[in-house]
């Protein structure tokens, strides 16, 4: 049983985590996860969080509050699975060699593959999806670029993405798909958008996980509500998130959802929606204020 990180926000708020830790190794848990979220970006603070955690489960063992015995059965599961998953016996893999291997392409149309399996189509109640070869887009940010600022300037438990997931989709598009044209949030909401008759919108949504903070989102539903209010039969949301906006707009037509904002989730947005064989109508998830009824996501 591996925990998360016992000084995330979400546990601060309710628990003193040196308590939580020692609460935690004797409700079960076997592995503890002393990861900061880096609050205060303060590498020596960092290091003395975690430090703290250990000397916690240290000084309850010696007063009798954390058993011996417990200890011994997380170490004793830890190494069991080790063993059985023959990580005990496998040579550490050469630094060089772990370059050539991590990151490989062989890996990266893995990556690939696993992110095209993920797209759900949620909404689809006008047909828009798939769309045809020559379809003219117009492809909406519904973020502002001052949102994207903190990307990368978080310390996170590994590399924050630094790219925004609109550009990555942009890109991704571009490659294979000529007839579109683009506009910025900025331009959107001072009022700059006429698209033609003929034109299907795509509006992109995204949200980033950062440490000790949340991405900006704000402009997003405003665009999504103001683009819904008077072009509905010609919006096409692609989340590159989560689904859980759609309890801001339970009502709009054409959904699809990538549950993720990583590169590999952007490029095979932009492949399906022109190509929706073998896409999933389903989600993992429910959002109470928008049902998703089987007759919203044919194709």
Known sequence: VLSDSMN???MKRHYDPKESAV???????????????????????????????????IEANASGTLPTARIDEAVRRVLTLKAKSDLTLAPP?????????????????????VATAAVSILRNRKGLLPMDAMQKILLV???????????????????????????????????????????????????????AADEVIVAVTENFPLPGMDFDQASQPQIIGQLHDQYADQLVIVALRDPYEMR??????????????RKPAAQAAATCL?????????????????????ADMAV
């Open 8 to 10: 995330m926000m979400a």
């Open 141 to 195: 940010n519904t973020t502002t670029r001052k949102s994207y600022e903190p990307l990368g300037a978080t310390r996170g438990i590994g590399p924050n993405q630094t790219d925004a997931s609109f550009d990555l989709f942009e890109a991704a598009l571009k490659k294979t798909h000529s007839t579109y044209r683009t506009i910025a949030a900025e331009d959107v909401l001072a009022g700059s958008i006429a698209p």
């Open 93 to 113: 893999v050469d630094k060089e060699e772990a370059i050539q291997i991590v990151g490989s392409g062989a890996h990266r149309n893995v990556e690939l593959e």
């Open 248 to 261: 801001l707009f339970p009502d709009v037509n054409t959904y699809l959802c990538t549950f993720s904002f």
């Open 274 to 294: 022109f190509d929706t064989d073998g896409i999933k109508t389903t989600s993992p998830v429910s959002v109470h204020e928008a049902r998703i009824e089987a």
């Open 23 to 57: 609460q935690a190794f004797l409700a079960g848990v076997d592995l503890l996860m002393l990861a900061e979220e880096h609050y205060d970006h303060n590498a020596e603070q960092y290091l003395a969080n975690q430090q703290a955690l250990i000397e916690a489960a």
